[in-house]
């Protein structure tokens, strides 16, 4: 790896990591010397990025450093492509198009020099299956779930047979043949995964439920793992 390939990688490293990242930790990532690691972010540090921390604790990059979102490497370009041509062949219809225009925007600024690794990429996925049609608007489910809101399905369940729900939505997730929205089940008084394509009809309720998204997910995960103690504790809206 070149010099200044490692430099920009040290960066990365930093950008995404949420605690302090020793130089041990980097050295193993970059395959180089502890040695090698104190000597870059001197350099680093010498050049104005603001790093913070020191050998044998850590170091931080600190949230103010800006540098150019696109300085990207060829493995990111595919990595890019990569994401957005599976959304854009799996995706309900507004999400493909984001992916679709992702892809443009990247082509339009990288360097003339990476633009083949858009065009003629070395990766791809499968083609998407044909997938049965949404009973529900997917893209105002995304909304809701960032605004923390109820939403009401008529939902028939793999027999057919039918019921009303008022769901806490958390998260949409997208498979080969179908859609599926997960989400708090006030009628089951539990975690429930509803495919898309078996949602008859769905009311986008005006009332939040009191969670903030993320604290939500984060017990829909904790569901995953001890799905009986789920069914027992339903989430609890702030006070």
């Given at each position: 790896?070149?010099?200044?390939?490692r430099?920009?990688?040290?960066?990365?490293?930093?950008?995404?990591?949420?605690?302090?990242?020793t130089?041990?930790?980097i050295?193993r990532e970059l395959?180089?010397s502890a040695?090698?690691?104190?000597?870059?972010?001197?350099?680093?540090?010498g050049?104005?990025?603001p790093?913070?921390?020191e050998?044998?604790?850590?170091?931080v990059?600190?949230?103010t450093f800006?540098?150019?979102?696109?300085?990207?490497?060829?493995?990111e370009?595919?990595?890019?492509?990569?994401g957005a041509?599976?959304?854009?062949g799996?995706?309900?219809?507004v999400l493909?198009?984001?992916?679709r225009?992702?892809?443009?925007?990247?082509?339009?600024v990288v360097?003339?020099?990476?633009?083949?690794?858009?065009?003629?990429p070395?990766?791809g996925?499968?083609s998407?299956?044909?997938?049965a049609a949404?009973?529900?608007?997917?893209?105002?489910?995304?909304a809701?779930i960032?605004?923390?809101r109820?939403i009401?399905?008529h939902?028939?369940?793999?027999?057919?047979?039918?019921?009303?729900?008022?769901?806490?939505?958390?998260i949409?997730?997208?498979?080969?043949q179908?859609?599926?929205?997960?989400?708090?089940?006030?009628?089951?008084?539990?975690?429930?995964?509803f495919?898309?394509?078996?949602?008859a009809d769905?009311?986008?309720?005006?009332e939040r439920?009191?969670?903030?998204?993320?604290v939500?997910r984060?017990?829909w995960?904790?569901?995953?793992?001890?799905?009986?103690?789920a069914?027992?504790?339903?989430?609890?809206?702030?006070?």
């Amino acid at each position: 790896m070149r010099r200044a390939d490692r430099l920009f990688q040290i960066i990365q490293i930093l950008r995404r990591s949420p605690r302090p990242v020793t130089a041990a930790e980097i050295a193993r990532e970059l395959e180089v010397s502890a040695r090698t690691v104190y000597r870059d972010v001197a350099d680093l540090v010498g050049q104005r990025v603001p790093i913070l921390g020191e050998a044998g604790l850590g170091y931080v990059l600190d949230g103010t450093f800006d540098m150019p979102p696109l300085m990207l490497t060829p493995d990111e370009i595919e990595a890019a492509v990569l994401g957005a041509q599976w959304v854009a062949g799996r995706g309900e219809p507004v999400l493909a198009q984001a992916a679709r225009d992702l892809i443009a925007k990247i082509t339009a600024v990288v360097p003339e020099r990476l633009r083949p690794f858009i065009a003629d990429p070395s990766i791809g996925t499968p083609s998407a299956l044909v997938q049965a049609a949404d009973g529900i608007d997917v893209a105002r489910a995304r909304a809701w779930i960032r605004e923390g809101r109820k939403i009401r399905i008529h939902y028939r369940d793999v027999r057919g047979d039918p019921s009303r729900r008022v769901i806490w939505p958390v998260i949409v997730g997208f498979f080969d043949q179908a859609r599926m929205v997960a989400g708090w089940c006030e009628l089951r008084g539990a975690f429930r995964h509803f495919r898309t394509d078996r949602i008859a009809d769905a009311e986008f309720l005006e009332e939040r439920h009191g969670l903030r998204p993320a604290v939500l997910r984060a017990r829909w995960k904790r569901s995953l793992a001890n799905p009986p103690e789920a069914a027992r504790s339903p989430p609890q809206a702030a006070p």
